[in-house]
């Protein structure tokens, strides 16, 4: 039995309230402006608003028997942090701090 990583628990999801999608690899102009009219452009990715129905109370109601793309997904990963900073952005560093990125802040010049 897998234990969901505490990073997760604390995220609440946030990778299961959207999908992801690199424009670039859409296979069409049609399919290119379908996810631009149907999500929210970030340079060449898109944000498709489709919460996974599976999630309940911010936990993954099937962890056990999850399909491969959520297997797959990576704590820490790009969709992650992409996730994280656009639906926690309140929690960005306690997360970042679990999955191990260290935020080094800018040393002032002056």
Known sequence: MSSINKACEVCKGACCESMTLQLSEADNVDEKRWLVLHGKLYNDWVELPCPCSMLVDGKCSIYETRPDKCDKAQ????????????????????????IGIQIVPKPIMS
């Open 75 to 98: 704590v820490g990963g790009f969709d992650c942090i992409f996730a994280i900073s656009r639906r926690r952005p309140e929690n960005v560093i306690e997360l970042m701090n679990l």
